[in-house]
Each structure stands twice: as structure tokens, then as C-alpha cells.
């Protein structure tokens, strides 16, 4: 109510701010308990708290709405956060994971405030793309065309995955995809259950070693397994149904495609290849951890099953480092690859990190493994955090 005998009531919290900062010496406050609920962290609000994972990176120094910079609470991507009080529509009051022992909680930007303002700097940046690209078009409205010039057609790549089949995909595909605005996603605590392995999907750029580390694991037969892929091409001599391959037909395959039956699919010599959330599953059932090389696109369709999957980012050292492993291994490589595999990995980092649940970087294959292989043993342990809707939905 007071400080050092000055009346506070009816002040804004700028105001006391101000205040506050001109003062030096011995400040005596005087002050009365609130009685709101969420104004107090005792264990009966504790019960009613909201965690949620932060999917971007905030400094309160850096934000010129906030109503009181010293009050801020800084966190980056991937950090879960206590919310205690929501009361106010544009800043909750919360505080960090490991932090419970702080006796006050701290300001983060509300779900509704920093959509809003995203959205609004979206706009900005939009608009102004739009505009240069009218200016370069404008430049060339006089130009005559070619009518014997062709068309040119859009490039596609491959790439493997489990199954050894690629999977084509343009590489336009993504340019039609509205850009999602990250803000904050609810978790809630998971604890190990004995009878359901958490899938390990490995998620990175091309020649970066996912393949190398899936296979370490899969050395433990016991433990770890594949999901066994679907086809609608003809078995050949030697392959068992169920064991190499799940064969089925072609218009099997794609009811169950229509059905949102598969993970991935993909189109190769004419007979489509996929791997399914029932063959992950099986795997599952069978008391295993099955391990998956996937597409970060894919990553959409398998968090909304109810396999919660353990996604992991393989990422690239530095360019210097990168280039010396590749030295240090014998393997041959251009320049130009080495920072292709940077840039993807940017990228893939930029769009997909918020569903990343850990991050390895592979400057040395041995290293990583034993980095990987410690932390699916401390998943079989130690709760996670995981999307509430998750265990909603149990």
C-alpha cells in the first residue's frame, strides 16, 4: 500500500516503476495479502497451474509493450513455463521450469497478445514481399515472350527412408503451406509406462548420419525395431508377407492413404511404398521401441496418433567441423554439399524445432549414439513433458 510512506494506491504499475527507480537508500513497503486466487503460489493454486512449452524466444528487454521490463521473464524456444494467473487479456504471470523456489512470478506475453502481434508483423513483412515482387514484375510487362521457349518443369527430389524406397516429394510443395504462428503449446507431465515404448523418430538433413546411428541401435535386436513397410508392388521370390514387406494392392493402398493410415508414402517405379502408424504400433505391442528415419512433414500426422512419439533433431556441427569429420571418416564431398546440408538443417530448424524433443549434434558418430542411446534409457525413467492433449484424449 505504501513505500517509505508514500501512498501507492491508484498508481499503474509504470508508475511505480518510476517511482521505485528514483529512490535509493532503505525502502520500507508497506503491504496487505491479496486475496485473489493466483495472486498467492500455495499448494492449492499450484494444482490449477497451466504449463506450456514456449515455441519462440522472448527478452523482456526487448520488448517495448511490456508494462515493466524488471518483471520480464526470459526464456527461449523449448523451455516450459508455470502460468499462474491469467486475469490479464496481454500478460500472464508465470515462472520457469526449475525456478519453483522464486518467490514471485514474472510477466511472459499472453497466447492472445503475442499472436496478435505476430500476425500484425507477418502482415508488415508480407506486404512488403508483395510489393517487391509487383515492382519486379512491373519491370518486365513490356517484354515479349518466346512462344517456343517450354515450360519449365517443376524439379523433384528422393530421398530414403526406412524402407530403402524414396519417397519424391516438389520441392514447391512447402511454398503453399500457410506459415502456422508459434506461440505457446500446453504439456503436461507424462510418467513411463512399462507396456507403451515411446517411438524415436530421427529427424535431420541428408548425409548426416541418421541412418548410421538407426542402425547402432537396431544392433540391440531385443530392444529396439523397425516398422515393417506397406507396398502394392508384386512379392518376389524369397519375401514373406508380414516380414519384408506388407503387401497389398494398389487400391488397398490408396483407400488407406485417403484413411490417413500412413505416416509416409511415397510413389516409386510405379507401386507405392509407406510406412504405417499400425506397423509402428505393432512394434509397440510387441514391448519394443520402434525407431523411425522421417520427414519433418510427417511428423504432423504421427503426433496426432496416439503413439507420442520422442522426436530427435540430428543436426551438423559447423561448417570447419563438418568438413573435418568428413576427412576424418574418408568420405569424398564437394563444398557445395557440406553447406547444402547446413542450410537444410537451418531450415528444417526454423519450420519444425517447436516438435523437436531434443536436439544432437553429430560431429562424431560414437558420441552421438551414446548421447542418444542415454537419453531414450532416461525416457523408460523419468517423466517428460508432452502435449496435454495427449493424455486428454486417454
Not at 127 to 135: A, H, P, R, V, Y
Request: charged share 30%; net charge neutral.
Amino acid at each position: 500500500l505504501e513505500v517509505n510512506g508514500i501512498e501507492m494506491r491508484g498508481k499503474s504499475v509504470n508508475d511505480v516503476c518510476d517511482l521505485l527507480s528514483t529512490m535509493t537508500g532503505t525502502l520500507t513497503f508497506l503491504i496487505v495479502p491479496g486475496q485473489r486466487r493466483g495472486s498467492l503460489r500455495t499448494s492449492s493454486t499450484r494444482d490449477t497451474l497451466m504449463h506450456v512449452k514456449a515455441h519462440f524466444d522472448y527478452d523482456p528487454e526487448d520488448d517495448l509493450y511490456i508494462p515493466c521490463r524488471e518483471l520480464g521473464v526470459s526464456f527461449q524456444k523449448g523451455d516450459v513455463l508455470h502460468v499462474i494467473c491469467q486475469e490479464d487479456p496481454n500478460w500472464w504471470q508465470a515462472y520457469r521450469e526449475g525456478e519453483e523456489d522464486q518467490t514471485l512470478a514474472g510477466l511472459i506475453p499472453s497466447r492472445s497478445f503475442q499472436h496478435q502481434r505476430e500476425s500484425l508483423k507477418q502482415t508488415i513483412t508480407g506486404d512488403k514481399i508483395g510489393k517487391e515482387k509487383s515492382k519486379k514484375a512491373g519491370t518486365f510487362l513490356c517484354a515479349k515472350k518466346n512462344p517456343k521457349k517450354k515450360k519449365k518443369k517443376m524439379p523433384y527430389s528422393a530421398n530414403y527412408n526406412d524402407g530403402g524406397y524414396p519417397i519424391y516429394h516438389t520441392t514447391s510443395a512447402d511454398e503453399y503451406e500457410v506459415e502456422e504462428i508459434l506461440t505457446y503449446e500446453e504439456v503436461t507431465l507424462y510418467y513411463p509406462r512399462a507396456n507403451h515404448k515411446r517411438p524415436i523418430v530421427l529427424i535431420g538433413p541428408p548425409n548426416i548420419g541418421r541412418h548410421e546411428l538407426r542402425q547402432r541401435l537396431m544392433e540391440d535386436s531385443e530392444r529396439f525395431a523397425a516398422a515393417i513397410p506397406h507396398t502394392s508392388r508384386t512379392r518376389k521370390d524369397g519375401e514373406v508377407d508380414g516380414q519384408d514387406y506388407h503387401f497389398i494392392t494398389r487400391a488397398q493402398f490408396e483407400a488407406d492413404i485417403l484413411s490417413r493410415k500412413f505416416v509416409e508414402h511415397g510413389e516409386y517405379e510405379r507401386a507405392y511404398y509407406g510406412t504405417s502408424l499400425d506397423a509402428i504400433r505393432s512394434v509397440v505391442n510387441a514391448g519394443k521401441i520402434c525407431v523411425l528415419n522421417l520427414h519433418p512433414q510427417s511428423l504432423k500426422i504421427l503426433r496426432s496418433s496416439d503413439l507420442k512419439p520422442y522426436v530427435v533433431f540430428v543436426a551438423p556441427p559447423s561448417l570447419e567441423k563438418l568438413r573435418q569429420k568428413k576427412i576424418r571418416n574418408g568420405e569424398a564431398f564437394k563444398e557445395e554439399d557440406l553447406k547444402d546440408i547446413i542450410e537444410k538443417a537451418r531450415e528444417m530448424e526454423d519450420k519444425y524445432g517447436h516438435l523437436f524433443d531434443m536436439i544432437i549434434i553429430n560431429n562424431d558418430t560414437e558420441r552421438a549414439y551414446h548421447q542418444l542411446l542415454n537419453e531414450i534409457n532416461s525416457l523408460e525413467r523419468e517423466p517428460q513433458w508432452v502435449p496435454a492433449a495427449w493424455l486428454k484424449s486417454l
